[in-house]
């Protein structure tokens, strides 16, 4: 059966919650549509992680990044929501997402958005 976008990202538990380390995704193959053109906006999100209990699945992370192909999404807002939806699912330590989008109208953008628990 093939996959489908999904806004549900799993999570399994962290085999080493005594521990800081970090996990890094790379995800080169993210995209939008530009809410004012309806032009598709392509972008590698870069995603960095310490975990506190809960990690995310690989292939939810995937099919969620998928979702936004056909969604209208300023590069702050989309950037913003990633990582209030990874915090929302995993409750790490801390977060950066990092949307680094292609160039449109001549101009390159990228959004860093952190996140740190209290």
Same mark, same amino acid.
């Given at each position: 059966m093939p996959s489908t $976008?999904? #806004?549900? *990202?799993?999570? !399994?538990?962290? $085999? #080493?919650? %005594?521990?800081? /380390?970090? &996990?890094?995704f %790379? =995800?080169? %193959? !993210?995209? =939008?549509?530009?809410?004012?053109?309806g032009q598709p906006d392509f972008a590698t999100i870069y995603i960095t992680y310490v975990p506190d209990q809960r990690c995310v %699945? *690989?292939?939810? *992370?995937?099919? /969620?990044l998928w979702s936004y192909r056909d969604e209208g999404a300023f590069h702050e807002a989309v950037t913003?929501? &990633?990582?209030?939806?990874?915090?929302?699912a995993i409750a790490p330590r801390r977060a950066t997402v990092t949307g680094d989008f292609m160039v449109r109208g001549g101009i390159h953008t990228e959004v860093e958005a952190h996140y740190e628990a209290e």
């Amino acid at each position: 059966m093939p996959s489908t $976008p999904s #806004k549900t *990202l799993e999570t !399994f538990d962290n $085999p #080493k919650p %005594e521990r800081d /380390y970090e &996990i890094r995704f %790379e =995800c080169p %193959e !993210f995209t =939008c549509v530009c809410p004012m053109t309806g032009q598709p906006d392509f972008a590698t999100i870069y995603i960095t992680y310490v975990p506190d209990q809960r990690c995310v %699945e *690989l292939k939810s *992370l995937k099919l /969620y990044l998928w979702s936004y192909r056909d969604e209208g999404a300023f590069h702050e807002a989309v950037t913003n929501k &990633i990582l209030d939806d990874l915090v929302a699912a995993i409750a790490p330590r801390r977060a950066t997402v990092t949307g680094d989008f292609m160039v449109r109208g001549g101009i390159h953008t990228e959004v860093e958005a952190h996140y740190e628990a209290e």
